[in-house]
């Protein structure tokens, strides 16, 4: 009998493209079969394939499909595109926000980094904490509401006029965890009923925002004051 080699981790048809490459043929590529062509050239230490996968994913990055991509670019370690995908979630957030339906997927650890940089572009600061709204509220999980409480401090309140501050702290308290997250809550309070507990635990988090808010606007206080008195004029 004919020796045969027994490949594991490999699909046929990824193997026949990456026999394909080596013998100098043209292969066809789609973005999620890149992904997995990317992961068979690294495995196999088919440097040219690997880069070649790695260029045609960067040129189909665009708003609509960057969370998609950066979690696929996690999974076969492609770490120029988890960057290239980084740097457009900075530099047009809004627009991936908008137009990427993988966008409520994208980890807490993620968006907590990315809120806070201060190179995040928007037009104004409201847009980052509806950003944190959608992000929530179209894939609620017990784990992405306790991220609330780190996510919402970060939004540059200073940045948000007055009125709209105080309309703003009232859509927090809306968030409020999914009925699955009841036993992530602590113990109930006497007579407590879940949907009291769960409100409770909305107003945590809003109460973490409220809190960063009035010492946001106080240290600006602070900061103009100071700046008054040194003035020597």
């Known amino acids: 009998a004919r020796p045969r080699l027994q490949l594991s981790c490999t699909e046929p048809a990824h193997f026949k493209h990456l026999l394909r490459f080596i013998h100098g043929q043209d292969i066809a590529l789609e973005v999620d079969e890149a ?3 990317h992961a068979c050239a690294d495995f196999y230490e ?3 394939l690997r880069d070649l996968c790695g260029r045609y994913l960067l040129d189909s990055l665009h708003p609509h499909n960057c969370c998609h991509l950066l979690s696929r670019a996690h999974e076969v370690h492609c770490e120029p595109l988890v960057q290239r ?3 457009l ?3 047009d957030f809004i627009a991936v926000v908008e137009h990427d ?3 409520p997927s994208l980890s807490a650890a ?3 980094a990315l809120i806070a940089r201060d190179e995040l572009v928007c037009a104004e600061e409201y847009e980052v904490f509806e950003a944190i709204k959608i992000w929530y509220e179209r894939q609620p999980s017990a784990e992405k509401h306790a991220a609330l409480l780190e996510l919402l401090p970060l939004v540059r309140w200073t940045l948000i006029e007055e009125g709209r501050r105080n309309d703003v702290l009232r859509l927090a308290a809306l968030l409020r965890p999914p ?3 009841e036993k992530t809550l602590g113990s109930p309070s006497f007579g407590e009923s879940p949907p009291k507990r769960r409100n409770r ?3 945590a988090a809003a109460a973490a925002a409220e809190a960063a808010a009035v010492e946001a606007v106080a240290n600006a206080a602070a900061s103009s004051s100071a700046e008054e008195t040194n003035d020597p004029s």
Do not use: K, Y
């Open 35 to 37: 992904f997995e062509m």
């Open 110 to 112: 993620e968006l907590l």
């Open 85 to 87: 995908c980084l740097d």
């Open 179 to 181: 009925a699955e997250a």
């Open 201 to 203: 635990a909305a107003t």
């Open 101 to 103: 339906p993988n966008f």
């Open 89 to 91: 979630l900075m530099l």
């Open 46 to 48: 088919v440097l040219g």
